[in-house]
């Protein structure tokens, strides 16, 4: 088995952007030759999530519609009066989608669906540049 470590670098906006990685990931993965195995996406930070939906305009803005009425913006938080950030409402959505993934790789393809892409939220309240690291374990 082999395995495979890349870091993708993202420049985010703030408050909820949603950044396509399919390409991306689809083309490290393709190069390290591994065939067979799993891909493991981690994105370090409090503020960020990962998670997988059709990369498409309506239901990229329904997310963000639901995410805010999880976790309005401008609800009271102890986060902000212990730190004075202001970002109690991004760590509570990055908590709830959660930081990883994983993806079964078969016959070099990630097993996505065809209107599946894989997508790094930023629910900071301030432009991040975001690492997100790769494994992909092998044969
Ligand atoms: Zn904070």
């Keep these: 088995m082999k395995i495979h470590v890349e870091t993708l670098a993202v420049n985010t906006t703030r408050r909820c952007d949603v950044v396509d ?7 490290r993965v393709r190069d390290t030759g591994i065939l067979n ?5 981690f994105v370090p ?11 498409e305009t309506g ?3 329904d997310l963000k519609k639901a995410i805010e009425r999880l976790a309005p913006q401008d609800m009271y938080y102890e986060h902000n009066e212990r730190w004075g950030d202001g970002n109690g409402y991004s760590h509570v959505r990055a908590a709830l989608l959660g930081p990883s993934l994983h993806i079964p ?22 432009p991040r540049e975001r690492r997100v690291l790769v494994h992909v374990m092998g044969e």
Excluded at 21 to 27: A, E, N
Excluded at 45 to 55: N, V
């Design 37 to 41: 195995g799993v891909v493991t996406l």
């Design 105 to 126: 790789l078969v016959d070099g393809r990630m097993s996505l669906g065809t209107w599946q892409q894989i997508v790094l939220l930023d629910f900071d309240n301030r």
């Design 59 to 61: 239901v990229i803005n």
């Design 21 to 27: 990685l399919t390409s991306d990931v689809d083309r």
């Design 45 to 55: 930070g409090s503020t960020g999530a990962l998670t997988t939906i059709e990369y």
